[in-house]
């Protein structure tokens, strides 16, 4: 289950809550992953700068949200005000291989950042997955100009071998504040049939509809039904559409779109297709806009997705675990092994990380595979952690094997208790103790108080 999102914040904080957003509350089973585009994010130089050295408000803002539930921020990645978030469950980390970003400027003639393509590919189960959020340019005129600039950024190529194309992958979803208007129709009209709910009377002039009519690379994209307002132009923390000088004639400019290669490849052949030989299928289940949030004149859009993937990988390439019980009061152990054909390196760590991690740099402790092996077979290998790297307090934690030639986990282990360190409890207990029966020499009682 996939819940992707995309919102325009206009240079906006973080609002004080995105359960619905998320849809935390929802009844049914939760999320696997959380795929949240933003754009016009605040890049001033300054919160740029600031942003390049440590996490944006944004990635920590969803971090603190979803780490608690069990998720990890896999990858980002960011452009001036365009930022991607990907967000997984942990159980699925050992099975998301060749991860990588990507960023396409397509602003002043592809000299600025302020309009193109953030990217974040991977391989999830053996599939290759590909997250595209965009914003292209503005105005009602530009249609040509949305279009060039998507193509552009459809030909970006990721560094390194073996890597498809973006539109070689198995699944691509193509998502943002894609800009494009609704033509022809005046102000008047396109409002008085949003008032009326007559949304269809508007699809036939929508921009985007009216380009995958005519545009061989856009045909193979699919989006479900705009049944819900177009989300621009809003006045800020209202629904009401733009009362400003301007007026702007309200359209659908935040969309979610997806392709699967294999249906493109087939339907040319449909007869012949059968769906034993689908081994990746998508289905959208909700595809809403969210009139809640008022922080910018956009209302954000997100697309609920189920993916069902016939898995190509289904045994990780690490089994770690910890040996016996653990304590911070003594030395402790990690048994691992690895598939023979895994591609080990020097370079490869397990880190200790509490159950809420948030991304994989978020560990509490660490040990190079190589540097603290203790012994070696060919069926298992030991690695030696010291007591003076283990939490006083102890506590849930996991293991995770750190692969270098993968830049990703590949391992990860059932959450264990760490036992506290109970001498240094009972030291600290005594000390809290013998405070509280000392009474200060320079402490006199003042009746007139």
């Given at each position: 289950?996939?819940?992707?999102?995309?919102?325009?914040?206009?240079t906006?904080?973080?609002?004080?809550?995105?359960t619905?957003?998320?849809q935390?509350n929802?009844?049914g089973p939760?999320?696997?992953?959380?795929?949240i585009?933003?754009?016009?994010?605040?890049?001033?130089?300054?919160?740029?700068?600031?942003?390049?050295?440590?996490?944006?408000?944004?990635?920590?803002?969803?971090?603190?949200?979803?780490s608690?539930?069990?998720?990890?921020?896999l990858s980002?990645?960011?452009?001036?005000?365009?930022?991607l978030l990907?967000f997984?469950?942990?159980?699925?980390?050992p099975?998301?291989r060749d991860?990588?970003?990507?960023?396409t400027?397509?602003?002043?003639?592809?000299?600025?950042?302020n309009?193109?393509?953030?990217?974040?590919?991977?391989?999830?189960y053996?599939?290759?997955?590909c997250f595209?959020n965009?914003?292209?340019?503005?105005?009602?005129?530009?249609?040509?100009?949305?279009?060039?600039?998507?193509?552009?950024?459809?030909?970006?190529?990721f560094?390194?071998?073996?890597?498809?194309?973006?539109?070689d992958h198995?699944?691509?979803?193509?998502?943002?504040?894609l800009n494009?208007?609704?033509?022809?129709y005046?102000i008047?009209?396109v409002r008085?049939?949003?008032?009326?709910?007559?949304?269809?009377l508007?699809?036939?002039?929508?921009?985007?509809?009216?380009?995958?009519?005519?545009?061989?690379?856009?045909?193979?994209?699919?989006?479900?039904?705009?049944?819900?307002?177009?989300?621009?132009?809003?006045d800020?923390?209202s629904?009401?559409?733009?009362?400003?000088?301007?007026?702007r004639?309200?359209?659908?400019?935040?969309?979610?779109?997806?392709r699967?290669k294999?249906?493109?490849?087939?339907?040319?052949?449909e007869?012949?297709f059968?769906?034993?030989?689908?081994?990746?299928?998508?289905?959208?289940?909700n595809?809403?806009?969210?009139?809640?949030?008022?922080?910018?004149?956009?209302?954000?859009?997100t697309?609920?997705f189920?993916?069902?993937l016939?898995?190509l990988?289904?045994?990780?390439l690490?089994?770690?675990?910890p040996?016996?019980?653990?304590?911070a009061?003594h030395?402790?152990?990690?048994?691992?092994?690895?598939v023979?054909?895994f591609p080990?390196?020097?370079?490869d760590?397990?880190?200790?990380?509490k159950?809420?991690?948030?991304h994989?740099?978020?560990y509490?402790?660490y040990a190079w595979?190589?540097?603290?092996?203790i012994?070696?077979?060919?069926?298992?290998?030991?690695?030696?952690?010291?007591?003076?790297?283990?939490?006083?307090?102890?506590g849930?934690f996991l293991?995770?094997?750190?692969s270098?030639?993968?830049?990703?986990?590949?391992?990860?282990?059932?959450p264990?208790?760490?036992?506290?360190n109970?001498?240094?409890m009972?030291k600290?207990?005594?000390?809290?103790e013998?405070?509280?029966?000392?009474?200060?020499?320079?402490?006199?009682s003042h009746?007139?108080?």
């Open positions: 289950r996939l819940h992707l999102v995309t919102w325009n914040v206009g906006a904080s973080p609002p004080p809550d995105v619905s957003l998320l935390l929802s009844l939760t999320m696997d992953m959380y795929v585009g933003l754009q016009e994010v605040n890049s001033r130089i300054t919160n740029f700068l600031s942003d390049l050295a440590f996490d944006d408000p944004w990635s920590i803002f969803f971090m603190t949200v979803l608690p539930l069990g998720y990890i921020k980002s990645v960011r452009m001036q005000g365009l930022l990907v997984v469950k942990h159980v699925h980390l099975f998301i991860i990588h970003t990507h960023y400027r397509t602003g002043l003639y592809g000299y600025w950042g309009k193109g393509g953030v990217t974040v590919r991977m391989s999830l053996g599939h290759t997955i595209m965009c914003h292209l340019p503005a105005h009602i005129e530009n249609t040509e100009q949305r279009l060039d600039d998507f193509e552009k950024i459809l030909e970006m190529q560094e390194g071998e073996n890597i498809p194309s973006t539109l198995d699944v691509l979803f193509w998502f943002g504040d494009f208007r609704i033509a022809d005046g008047h009209f008085e049939s949003i008032n009326n709910k007559r949304y269809n508007l699809w036939e002039k929508d921009q985007l509809n009216m380009a995958k009519k005519k545009e061989a690379f856009l045909q193979e994209f699919i989006e479900g039904p705009l049944q819900f307002k177009p989300t621009y132009k809003f800020l923390y629904d009401v559409y733009d009362t400003s000088e301007k007026k004639k309200p359209a659908w400019t935040d969309r979610i779109l997806w699967v294999n249906l493109c490849q087939h339907a040319s052949k007869d012949e059968s769906a034993e030989e689908q081994t990746i299928s998508v289905t959208l289940n595809y809403i806009s969210h009139m809640s949030y008022g922080i910018s004149d956009h209302k954000p859009v697309g609920t189920g993916l069902e016939k898995p990988l289904s045994d990780p690490v089994m770690l675990n040996e016996g019980e653990w304590s009061e030395d402790v152990l990690i048994s691992y092994s690895a023979p054909e080990s390196s020097a370079w760590w397990i880190g200790l990380f159950v809420a991690f948030r994989v740099n978020d509490v402790t595979v190589e540097d603290d092996e012994s070696s077979n060919k069926d298992r290998k030991q690695v030696y952690m010291s007591a003076a790297e283990i939490p006083d307090m102890g849930e293991l995770c094997y750190y270098n030639n993968f830049q990703s986990i590949v391992g990860i282990s059932q264990f208790q760490i036992q506290p109970r001498a240094l009972e600290d207990l005594t000390q809290e013998n405070s509280w029966m000392q009474k200060p020499d320079n402490l006199e009746d007139e108080f």
